[in-house]
């Protein structure tokens, strides 16, 4: 029982102290006061409050708040602003091909496939609209042709011959993407196919064609760049660097490793959870 009223005065003491402390850090200096006395009877006006209780009003520290959206620009409008990670800040996403003749019949359609693939994969949460300027369009692409990359040999045997296909190490796409804070605000693409195919402005495999087997790994992970996604260490993953650039490669006509993948799940999942 004697311990515990010692505790208890103790607690008290220290109670005292500290708020003697807390008077000291709050009072100003007695001529400060005075000015502050003196300033207010020059103004003619009684204040109900005194320089004391004014005073933690200005020492209590705010929490740093991000500035709004609305106030980083008025003109980019963010539908998405509780998302806090790159995104886009409208749905449907617009695109346009710069220089669609160039890039033929068969890249055009391979990327509209590509919208389609990201579409199909988030159950058109993310939607795109084709629209005719790359000017004021969101998603820009366009179509580069590699000049003597592709080179064809053959080993002939005794009773059969195996054909072989080289092809050079070369970029495949590149993205690059404009942000406002955390919107982006326009993506170009640039794709490139391989130079020299009579068939690349007419139906049917193009420079494009070659090592892919018309699948779109390189168009949908360059998309998926343009969506603020980055590169997966994963190699099953479709942000796996290699999409970007083809390394010399010789393989049997037709051969294309490794060409084939899907829009990973997580990927899907999160667009869906963005831009929902
Ligand atoms: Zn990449």
Not at 114 to 121: K, L, Q, R, V
Request: glycine share 6%; proline share 4%; charged share 20%.
């Amino acid at each position: 029982m004697k311990n515990l009223f010692l505790a208890a005065a103790i607690v008290l003491a220290m109670l005292f102290s500290a708020c003697s402390i807390q008077h000291d850090l709050l009072g100003k200096p007695k001529s400060a006061e005075a000015d502050w006395a003196q300033s207010q009877q020059r103004l003619g006006g009684q204040s109900k409050t005194s320089p004391q209780q004014a005073l933690p009003e200005v020492v209590v520290p705010q929490p740093v708040e991000e500035p709004p959206a609305a106030a980083i620009s008025p003109v980019v409008k963010d539908k998405f602003s509780g998302v806090n990670k790159p995104h886009w800040g409208h749905m449907p996403v617009t695109y346009s091909v710069l220089n669609e003749e160039d890039c033929g019949t068969y890249e055009a359609a391979r990327i509209k496939r590509a919208f389609g693939d990201i579409m199909n994969a988030t159950n058109n949460v993310v939607s795109f609209i084709k629209v005719n300027s790359s000017a004021t369009a969101d998603i820009s692409l366009s179509c580069t042709f590699v000049e003597n990359c592709y080179r064809k040999s053959v080993e002939v045997y005794s009773d059969y011959s195996v054909r072989y296909e080289t092809i050079c190490g070369h970029q495949l796409g590149i993205t690059s993407k404009t942000t406002l804070g955390n919107i982006i605000t326009k993506a170009d693409i640039e794709l490139f196919g391989l130079a020299g195919f009579a068939e690349t402005k007419s139906e049917g495999p193009s420079g494009f064609y070659v090592g892919t087997c018309g699948h779109t790994i390189t168009e949908v992970h360059e998309l998926l760049h343009a969506f603020g996604y980055q590169h997966s260490a994963d190699n099953t993953s479709i942000m796996y660097p290699e999409a970007d650039t083809f390394s010399l490669i010789t393989q049997k006509e037709g051969a294309c490793e490794g060409s084939s993948r899907a829009i990973d799940k997580s990927i899907a999942d999160d667009l869906v959870q963005t831009y929902s």
